[in-house]
């Protein structure tokens, strides 16, 4: 961030000094992640990613509208694929990060998830220019507690969930990134149907928005 000093001064008389501050330089984002990430079946304006940005620029920060790189359906290795093919360059001052559901749901491996995950998060990270602190990672959403697993085992995607995001967090943990649990928040949305889109599935900008809103202070934090 660069401010600039602007002093006048007369020779003759006396002038005031002036001082100004042009607006601070907008913080570049990348959002990498899948259906929860583009926010499937909402208004672009209700994505998570693009709501944290409309709070962050409200609290005085200064953070640009996420470039998005998710899909409806992508696991962890679809996403790398993707990110491979999309050619990105430029360093950016936040990336986040949201991807497990469908390693789960299409019964892959623990195993392989934590190890895919892992990759990506290095892949974060040297995408916030080797800063671990400007990147933050959301926990997966329970999918089991949508309308649309009423005929799957509901305890048991919870306790897979949970596994995925544990995971996740040890992986954070030792990278030194910021680790955000929105898993709850999904939970307390059971049998509420203003918190999810006609495919009883995906989830209403309202819902988005508790997640943009406890992802926010942690990345003031970060980015401060």
Same mark, same amino acid.
């Given at each position: 961030?660069?401010?600039?000093?602007?002093?006048?001064?007369?020779?003759?008389?006396?002038?005031?000094?002036?001082?100004?501050?042009?607006?601070?330089?907008?913080?570049?984002?990348?959002?990498?992640?899948?259906?929860?990430?583009?926010?499937?079946?909402?208004?672009?304006?209700?994505?998570?990613?693009?709501?944290?940005?409309?709070?962050?620029?409200?609290?005085?920060?200064?953070?640009?509208?996420?470039?998005?790189?998710?899909?409806?359906?992508?696991?962890?290795?679809?996403?790398?694929?993707?990110?491979?093919?999309?050619?990105?360059?430029?360093?950016?001052?936040?990336?986040?990060?949201?991807?497990?559901?469908?390693?789960?749901?299409?019964?892959?491996?623990?195993?392989?998830?934590?190890?895919?995950?892992?990759?990506?998060?290095?892949?974060?990270?040297?995408?916030?220019?080797?800063?671990?602190?400007?990147? %933050?990672?959301?926990?997966?959403?329970?999918?089991?507690?949508?309308?649309?697993?009423?005929?799957?085992?509901?305890?048991?995607?919870?306790?897979?969930?949970?596994?995925?995001?544990?995971?996740?967090?040890?992986?954070?943990?030792?990278?030194? %990134?910021?680790? %955000?649990?929105?898993?709850?928040?999904?939970?307390?949305?059971?049998?509420?149907?203003? /918190?999810?889109?006609?495919?009883?599935?995906?989830?209403?900008?309202?819902?988005?928005? /508790?997640?943009? /809103?406890?992802?926010?202070?942690?990345? /003031?934090?970060?980015?401060?």
């Amino acid at each position: 961030m660069i401010f600039l000093l602007g002093l006048l001064t007369g020779c003759a008389t006396h002038v005031p000094m002036t001082t100004t501050t042009p607006p601070a330089a907008t913080i570049s984002y990348l959002a990498l992640g899948d259906s929860y990430t583009i926010g499937e079946g909402a208004p672009e304006a209700g994505r998570w990613p693009v709501q944290l940005a409309a709070l962050a620029q409200a609290q005085g920060l200064p953070l640009g509208q996420p470039t998005i790189i998710a899909r409806t359906g992508w696991t962890t290795a679809e996403l790398q694929e993707a990110i491979r093919e999309a050619n990105l360059h430029q360093p950016y001052g936040l990336v986040s990060l949201l991807i497990g559901v469908n390693n789960q749901y299409r019964r892959q491996s623990l195993a392989q998830y934590q190890q895919e995950f892992r990759a990506l998060l290095a892949t974060a990270v040297a995408f916030a220019g080797g800063q671990p602190r400007h990147v %933050v990672v959301l926990s997966i959403p329970d999918w089991g507690q949508t309308p649309f697993a009423a005929a799957h085992d509901q305890a048991q995607i919870a306790q897979e969930i949970n596994q995925f995001n544990q995971a996740a967090h040890e992986e954070c943990q030792r990278a030194g %990134v910021a680790f %955000v649990d929105i898993t709850p928040l999904t939970r307390a949305a059971a049998g509420d149907a203003s /918190q999810v889109v006609a495919d009883g599935l995906h989830y209403t900008p309202a819902q988005m928005r /508790q997640w943009a /809103q406890r992802a926010l202070p942690v990345v /003031q934090q970060q980015l401060r």
